[in-house]
């Protein structure tokens, strides 16, 4: 992979529970935030070159994630126990001022290099070539749905094999 594409995949998976947890407690159906989460990543990614290196990932994302979350709201017009405004200043809150910590770096590493080369393949494609889903989707002969699934797989993959590893050091 891409320096570019690397980082990309490393910061979205040590963010990423993070950016989950926003998103649930906006929509608060399990389905409605996977599908949100994916919209997020595939918007991430797009503007992914607007990031500035060094600043802030997590804030970046979770507002990401806080406009895509509320949009889905508004387009699905779901009835919800909470406010629009009262979620927006949940989103707000809950984008801490986190920082990057160089052991989930080093875990994320040596996961990675534990994927099947399937799974590294379809991470490269998606991100390091700079194609939408969609045209990845084609590409493979299969339904985008399943695309995001497996995405949705390899990320949490990612994200379990990190805990693992930080919980084996001590460092989690």
């Known amino acids: 992979m891409s320096n570019r594409s690397d980082e990309f995949v ?21 389905d409605d935030a996977e599908d949100v989460m994916q919209e997020t990543v595939a918007a991430m990614w797009k503007d992914y070159a607007k990031f500035e290196p060094g600043s802030n990932f997590a804030a970046w994302a979770c507002t990401t994630a806080k406009h895509r979350a509320l949009q889905h709201l508004q387009n699905n017009r779901r009835q919800t126990l ?67 699934d497996s995405l949705y797989r390899i990320r949490r993959t990612l994200h379990e094999c990190i805990n693992r590893v930080l919980a084996r050091e001590g460092s989690a």
């Open 10 to 30: 490393e910061l979205l998976t040590l963010h990423q529970s993070q950016i989950f947890a926003l998103i649930m407690a906006m929509v608060q159906r399990l």
């Open 82 to 148: 909470l406010s629009e405004d009262y979620l927006a200043d949940l989103a707000d809150r809950q984008q801490d001022d986190s920082s990057y910590y160089p052991a989930r770096q080093s875990a994320l590493a040596e996961c990675t290099k534990k994927l099947r080369e399937k799974d590294a393949d379809l991470l490269r494609r998606c991100y390091e070539r700079d194609q939408s889903v969609g045209v990845v989707a084609k590409q493979l002969g299969r339904p985008l749905g399943s695309v995001y």
